[in-house]
């Protein structure tokens, strides 16, 4: 199969789809890999490391698009791109299709067969492409939260661990999933009090167990939120439900119960937001003030990070990716229904139903 690693063109993104480990591998199998020049320059990669595996370096995009069988990425197609993706082409990415209508439009119209990172589901109901880059972005929303809470930046001027004598700042954490837990483990680890929340008991208990004292689980009810809301100094956004818009939790007139300079970082910007005030916002330009509650809503967070960030990644992609090579993707989605899993638009029909409900789109 001919494989196509284009440079990634979204704001600030840095990361690539496909490691020189990975093209070795897929050249082992007796694969073409198509490399855009320059693509994994901002992971530490460079196009000497690509061919030294065996990947053909092609100058444009637009080269990378036209060549191959089947595309690998990190982040969804950008406006540029979508008249670049061919009819029965695969794309394997993150797509986030419940936020962006235009995107899902242009994948329909397409006919392409895109196979979408975040909804690959293993036999637990875990979603392991899913899973490194929440650890990097659950881990990130702490650091950028903190550095947000300093009052030159329009913070309430909180340092989270506060000093012998003051005492720390408080962090609510909204979701106990993968991000809900780095974030929670980051922020105690600096010594800020933690609370938090969801509505999965199993989660919580498992969460109750691992963390020190300073980290209090609660359910997550709307009372709750509103409690906690006024006396929490950052906010983390971190609930998912698969496939669909997240649940507004914190709306805005609720802002007007917080303190001013309060920071909420919505990790979830990109299923939505789980905030009403969210916005999605790019690493030059990360936060907003709205009411005077400083948010950061960045799409990519990992993005920022792409030597950690590439290497999780493509740990966790590239033993799907080679199946998909094998196999092609009919018998590589109908021998591993994590795989197929992942199928959302297929040659120009929506396949994944939480997709049709969010845009309330016909079944075909
Ligand atoms: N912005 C970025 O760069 C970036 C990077 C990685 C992940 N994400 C996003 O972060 C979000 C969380 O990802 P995850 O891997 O932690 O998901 P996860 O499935 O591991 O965890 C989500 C948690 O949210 C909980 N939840 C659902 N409804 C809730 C509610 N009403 N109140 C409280 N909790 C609720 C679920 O029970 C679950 O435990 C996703 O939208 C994901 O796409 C964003």
């Known amino acids: ?39 994994g320059e901002g992971s530490g990669f460079s196009d000497d490391d690509y061919r030294d595996t065996g990947a053909f370096l092609l100058a444009t995009i637009e080269v990378v ?3 191959a069988d089947m595309i690998v990425k990190v982040k969804e197609p950008v406006d540029y791109e979508y008249s670049l993706v061919k009819k029965n082409q695969v794309v394997f990415t993150y797509f986030h299709f419940a936020s962006s209508r235009e995107l899902t439009e242009a994948m329909i119209e397409s006919k392409a067969v895109c196979i979408a990172y975040e909804t690959v589901r293993d036999e637990d109901g875990l979603l ?16 950028q939260g903190a550095k947000y809470l300093e009052k030159p930046i329009k913070g309430r001027g909180v340092l989270l661990g ?18 809900g837990v780095q974030a929670a483990k980051m922020a105690a680890g600096l010594g800020a009090h933690v609370t938090i929340l969801d509505i999965n008991m199993k989660r919580l208990r498992y969460v109750n167990d691992i963390m020190p004292n300073h980290v209090v689980t609660e359910f997550s009810s709307v009372y709750n939120i509103k409690r906690h809301i006024k006396n929490h100094d950052l906010i983390i956004g971190a609930v998912l439900i698969p ?15 917080m303190r001013p300079g309060t920071v909420m970082v919505d990790v979830a910007v990109d299923q939505g937001g789980c905030f009403e005030t969210t916005i999605p916002t790019t690493h030059d330009d990360p936060t907003y003030v709205v009411d005077d509650i400083v948010h950061y809503c960045v799409t990519n967070m ?17 033993p799907y990716v080679l199946k998909l090579a094998n196999l092609g993707w009919e018998k590589a989605c109908e021998l591993n229904p994590d795989l197929a899993a992942g199928r959302s638009i297929v040659k120009g029909q929506v396949v994944a139903k939480e997709l049709l409900e969010v845009f309330e789109l016909p079944f075909i």
């Open 302 to 318: 990992p993005g920022a990070v792409p030597y950690t960030s590439t290497l999780a990644l493509t740990n966790v992609t590239l």
């Open 128 to 143: 392991p492409l899913l899973t490194p880059m929440s650890e990097v972005a659950g881990r990130m929303a702490i650091q």
């Open 243 to 257: 496939g669909a818009k997240a649940p507004n939790l914190i709306t805005r007139d609720m802002l007007k119960e």
């Open 162 to 179: 506060g000093v012998p004598g003051v005492p720390p700042g408080k962090v609510l954490v909204l979701g106990a999933g993968v991000v």
């Open 1 to 39: 199969m001919k494989i196509g690693v284009p440079k990634e063109i979204k704001n600030f993104e840095s990361r690539v789809g496909i490691t020189p480990a990975g093209v070795f591998e897929l050249v082992n199998c007796g694969h073409q890999v198509f490399v855009q020049e320059g693509a």
């Open 65 to 67: 698009y036209a060549m």
